[in-house]
């Protein structure tokens, strides 16, 4: 079974430049979780979608956003990158509710702002 | 808010013997999920082991076991027959079945030396 995919895997920006980060959760799986991981800052909720809908957010500014397709895969789009938004973005899939809690976790995109 | 703390940046055990990291949670909520999660060099997450708060039996996986203690809002993790594939961040994580966000804790790095 092929678990959770992400593209690309490493990802330079420049400040003020959007980027899009994709995700594929594992077959099967209808929710789609998103974290950012930040040097000094750990990792922190961004987005959670299920069924193609936006169930929660994290405390970040809207320029963070993003979509899930009907076929479950999600988009992260980031809008007017600033240096601080460098860090390690992880997806991670469920079948919620019926999961029991467990998130299985993608290898993550490594996004570097200039 | 619910919080996560590992109070252990860094712990280090020699290969073959035991070593436990620590995790306080603090929570309103009577119905989560628990987690420990490793993230090796790769930076991949990998879940270790899942504790579905109602159970009062102490989750076991393999060479992994921790201690729940509910009452004290303490979720330790025990590492047995420590090997060198063993190191990597460890994280901590806390997930109600409402939010179905994981919130982590700060992670300890376990060193495993010869």
């Known amino acids: 079974e092929a678990g959770v995919t992400q593209s690309p895997t490493h990802l330079i920006k420049t400040r003020g430049q959007q980027a899009t980060l994709r995700c594929s959760p594992i077959?099967?799986?209808?929710?789609v979780y998103w974290y950012q991981q930040a040097l000094g800052l750990g990792l922190q909720f961004l987005l959670w979608?299920?069924?193609?809908?936006?169930?929660n957010r994290g405390n970040f500014p809207p320029r963070f956003s993003g979509r899930q397709f009907p076929n479950y895969s999600s988009e992260l789009n980031v809008n007017a990158l600033e240096l601080e938004d460098s860090a390690l973005y992880l997806c991670?899939?469920?079948?919620?509710?019926?999961?029991?809690?467990?998130?299985?976790f993608g290898p993550g995109t490594r996004l570097t702002v200039l | 808010a619910q919080t996560v703390t590992q109070s252990q940046p860094e712990m280090s055990v020699q290969e073959a013997e035991t070593v436990t990291l620590s995790c306080t949670y603090d929570?309103?909520?009577?119905?989560?999920?628990l987690f420990w999660y490793k993230q090796p060099p790769s930076r991949q997450m990998i879940l270790v082991i899942r504790?579905?708060?109602?159970?009062?039996q102490n989750a076991t996986e393999n060479r992994f076991s921790v201690n729940f203690q509910k009452a004290a809002k303490s979720f330790s993790l025990k590492i047995s027959d420590s090997q060198l594939g063993d190191a990597a961040m460890y994280f901590c994580?806390?997930?109600?079945?409402?939010?179905?966000?994981?919130?982590f804790g700060t992670g300890t790095r376990l060193q495993v030396t010869l």
């Open positions: 991670a899939s469920s079948f919620f509710p019926r999961s029991r809690g467990e998130q299985f």
């Open positions: 077959s099967g799986h209808t929710s």
């Open positions: 979608y299920d069924e193609g809908e936006e169930r």
């Open positions: 929570t309103s909520e009577s119905d989560y999920y």
């Open positions: 504790q579905e708060a109602y159970k009062q």
């Open positions: 994580a806390y997930l109600t079945g409402t939010a179905s966000k994981l919130t």
